[in-house]
């Protein structure tokens, strides 16, 4: 029983630097959380970036959470504008926040329709995985960040630790339809205030985990 004891405390060493160079990740939606709501926003002149956005996501990205964006966009399925066009709002909106410190490790766009086949699409979880897969991230020790419910299904479907509403964008009227859905969500006012709740009712508990 001693020898099984020692093969067992051997598996496990081998299995725990694995599990600890796994991270925790915040997904976040672009339009109504990041930035205001513009009913199939194209042009990067047009962004509007929330007031304290810059240093909500400083303050995640400092304590070690990495940064996505996962947004649908249904506008290029709907031939409104291209995906060119969404891609050069991104990068505006990333630039810009760039000057704030914030650095998104990847930005994932569904581009098609709601009647259209969609690999991605929320609230499909598909990019949370496909982001766990490539940057090694712990979804149970993630989250997700959005103003829709479909939002928050995404975080669910991928086991997230919590999806947060926030009430900017579509986000009170989401609670106010749905609120027989949100017993699961987080609600707060908007970005800054999720990160203040992150940083403080969860986050600190995963850090004390490491380092116990």
């Known amino acids: 029983m001693r020898e099984f004891g020692k093969q067992f405390n051997s ?46 996501l400083k303050r995640l990205s400092d304590a070690g959470l990495l940064l996505f964006i996962v947004s649908n966009q249904s506008g ?11 891609e050069r709002v991104n990068e505006h909106l990333a630039h810009e926040l760039a000057r704030e410190g ?3 490790e990847k930005i994932y766009v569904a581009p098609e329709a709601p009647d259209e086949p969609s690999r991605g699409r929320k609230p499909s979880p598909q ?5 766990r897969d490539e940057f090694g991230l712990d979804l149970a020790e993630s989250y997700m960040i959005g103003d829709k419910l479909i939002d928050l ?14 009430r900017t964008g579509y986000g009170a009227k989401a609670e106010a339809e749905a609120a027989g859905q949100l017993q699961r969500a987080v609600i707060v006012d908007g970005l800054s205030a999720a990160a203040e709740w992150i940083l403080k009712h969860e986050f600190k508990s995963h850090n004390s985990k490491v380092t116990n």
């Not at 990019?127 to 982001?131: I, S, T």
Request: hydrophobic letters at 50%; one cysteine or more.
């Open 11 to 56: 598996i496990l060493a081998g299995i725990q630097p694995h599990f600890a160079g796994m991270k925790p990740a915040v997904f976040l939606d672009r339009d109504g959380t990041l930035i205001a709501e513009k009913n199939y926003l194209s042009r990067p002149e047009d962004v509007v970036i929330f007031p304290g956005a810059g240093a909500a």
């Open 76 to 86: 290029v399925g709907r031939g409104y504008f291209t995906l060119a066009e969404v």
């Open 102 to 104: 914030v650095c998104f």
């Open 127 to 131: 990019f949370l995985f496909d982001a």
């Open 153 to 166: 299904e995404c975080g669910w479907n991928a086991g997230v630790k919590k999806s947060i509403l926030v």
